[in-house]
């Protein structure tokens, strides 16, 4: 649904979403659902992290796993971060396969 849906990684020690192997995402829909348009509908990931990260724990707005497949799909977001030097807006660590990232900001 269109809208921002924020976290503050350094406080709260979780991305504002954690991929699963085999769940798509979409962005971009109405409030009723029964519409999706990106550009109408923008819907915002944001990590608000106020503070720095480091290279070994960078904030991070979104994240996955190991052992991905390109069936996952994270589709129509716009992902941003908050203030700092280490910032990865999607994480992937150790990780040997890959996801769909389409259709985003």
């Known amino acids: 649904v269109s809208g921002g849906y924020t976290k503050d990684y350094r406080t709260d020690g979780s ?4 991929m699963k192997n085999g769940i798509s995402v979409y962005g971009g829909y109405s409030e009723d659902f029964n519409t999706r348009d990106t550009a109408a509908n923008e819907t ?5 992290s106020a ?3 480091d290279t070994s ?4 707005a979104v994240t996955c796993g190991s ?3 390109v069936a996952t799909v994270l589709d129509g977001f ?3 971060m908050g203030n700092g030097t280490h910032n990865a807006a999607i ?5 040997e396969s890959f996801f769909t990232i389409q259709n985003n900001n």
Request: hydrophobic share 25%.
């Open 15 to 18: 991305p504002v979403i954690s």
């Open 51 to 53: 503070s720095a990260g």
């Open 78 to 80: 716009t992902i941003t």
């Open 67 to 69: 052992g991905f497949s």
């Open 91 to 95: 994480h992937c660590k150790n990780t």
């Open 57 to 60: 724990d960078p904030n991070r």
């Open 44 to 48: 915002i990931i944001k990590d608000t």
